[in-house]
């Protein structure tokens, strides 16, 4: 079993942005590296400037480089790409979905860092070089620098690889964990207690739920809805102990909640049920106070 522990540097974030930088450190289960490699490659679209001011690549610095198809590093990752080995990366969603791009589909089990330590430290902070400097890990980056001579730079893939390797083994020795107990880490659900993007960022699900029940429907009808905030929400929905609120969103009792509706103008209520668009909560809800009538 090997591991390879794995990151990307590319042109950019966006949809078209392709890698640049393509750099990991092979080792057994112990940790012991047996190899390392690192390689710039030319991207069939510029680098932007927004990524060269973060990894300081240029477009010069690739000119001359070969296609990341044709890249020693790329042909020794598809060797290796195997489920009987592991690929570590931090925040690994992102540098998968580059090397997508490239026609690699990964069989190799996976260990996200990024995943892992927000199930240790659920009140923590995850980025990784602040946990470089968090975690005292930029203390022992000259000891591998020095044994494998090798030459890092600030925010390039393979300093971050470096950083990465050493925080796989704090976690490892800190948390008495097993390569295995990683993995499984990785798989298991998050679970948010906030929005961390969106109309309501930084707002507790459970008080979203509550006040805005058709955005929350909205939000599970949505395809490409990211699994954990999907588990999130489902968790406290099947949690909750509060009546979620519907309010009209429009027409002449807009903002007022169903049940006020129904206590002034109950005839209204009625007709809305029959010709209004809403969320199908909202129409339960509706139903159950006519029902009830």
Same mark, same amino acid.
């Given at each position: 079993?090997?591991?390879?522990?794995?990151?990307?540097?590319?042109?950019?974030?966006?949809?078209?942005?392709?890698?640049?930088?393509?750099?990991?450190?092979? %080792?057994? #289960?112990?940790?012991? $590296?047996?190899? +390392?490699? *690192? =390689?710039? !490659?030319?991207?069939?679209?510029? @680098? %932007?400037? #927004?990524?060269?001011? $973060?990894?300081? +690549?240029? *477009? =010069?610095? !690739?000119?001359?480089?070969?296609? @990341?198809?044709?890249?020693?590093?790329?042909?020794?990752?598809?060797?290796?790409?195997?489920?009987?080995?592991?690929?570590? @990366?931090?925040?690994?969603?992102?540098?998968?979905?580059?090397?997508?791009?490239?026609?690699?589909?990964?069989?190799?089990?996976?260990?996200?860092?990024?995943?892992?330590?927000?199930?240790?430290?659920?009140?923590?902070?995850?980025?990784?070089?602040?946990?470089?400097?968090?975690?005292?890990?930029?203390?022992?980056?000259?000891?591998?620098?020095?044994?494998?001579?090798?030459?890092?730079?600030?925010?390039?893939?393979?300093?971050?690889?470096?950083?990465?390797?050493?925080?796989?083994?704090?976690?490892?020795?800190?948390?008495?964990?097993?390569?295995?107990?990683?993995?499984?880490?990785?798989?298991?659900?998050?679970?948010?207690?906030?929005?961390?993007?969106?109309?309501?960022?930084?707002?507790?699900?459970?008080?979203?739920?509550?006040?805005?029940?058709?955005?929350?429907?909205?939000?599970?009808?949505?395809?490409?809805?990211?699994?954990?905030?999907?588990?999130?929400?489902?968790?406290?929905?099947?949690?909750?102990?509060?009546?979620?609120?519907?309010?009209?969103?429009?027409?002449?009792?807009?903002?007022?909640?169903?049940?006020?509706?129904?206590?002034?103008?109950?005839?209204?209520?009625?007709?809305?049920?029959?010709?209004?668009?809403?969320?199908?909560g909202m129409r339960n809800k509706i139903a159950n106070i006519l029902k009830g009538e």
């Amino acid at each position: 079993m090997n591991l390879v522990i794995l990151d990307t540097e590319t042109t950019g974030i966006k949809q078209d942005d392709r890698i640049c930088q393509l750099s990991y450190i092979v %080792s057994d #289960e112990d940790l012991e $590296i047996k190899e +390392i490699y *690192n =390689e710039l !490659v030319k991207p069939p679209i510029p @680098i %932007s400037f #927004e990524s060269m001011a $973060i990894h300081h +690549i240029t *477009n =010069e610095m !690739v000119e001359d480089k070969p296609k @990341i198809k044709f890249s020693s590093s790329f042909k020794k990752l598809k060797e290796l790409n195997s489920n009987q080995n592991i690929i570590v @990366i931090h925040n690994a969603k992102f540098d998968l979905e580059m090397l997508k791009k490239e026609d690699f589909n990964p069989h190799f089990q996976l260990i996200d860092t990024f995943r892992v330590l927000k199930h240790l430290i659920p009140d923590g902070k995850y980025s990784l070089q602040y946990n470089r400097y968090a975690l005292g890990l930029y203390k022992k980056e000259q000891v591998l620098i020095d044994k494998f001579n090798i030459q890092i730079n600030a925010h390039d893939a393979l300093g971050d690889v470096v950083v990465l390797y050493l925080l796989l083994e704090y976690i490892l020795k800190e948390f008495k964990l097993s390569i295995n107990d990683l993995i499984e880490l990785t798989k298991k659900p998050i679970l948010y207690d906030k929005f961390y993007q969106g109309k309501y960022k930084f707002k507790e699900i459970k008080e979203v739920i509550i006040n805005d029940p058709d955005y929350i429907e909205y939000l599970l009808e949505q395809p490409d809805l990211e699994d954990d905030l999907e588990y999130s929400i489902k968790y406290y929905l099947q949690n909750l102990q509060e009546e979620p609120i519907y309010k009209f969103s429009i027409g002449k009792y807009k903002g007022m909640r169903v049940e006020d509706v129904y206590e002034i103008d109950k005839q209204y209520l009625n007709w809305a049920f029959h010709n209004m668009k809403m969320s199908k909560g909202m129409r339960n809800k509706i139903a159950n106070i006519l029902k009830g009538e």
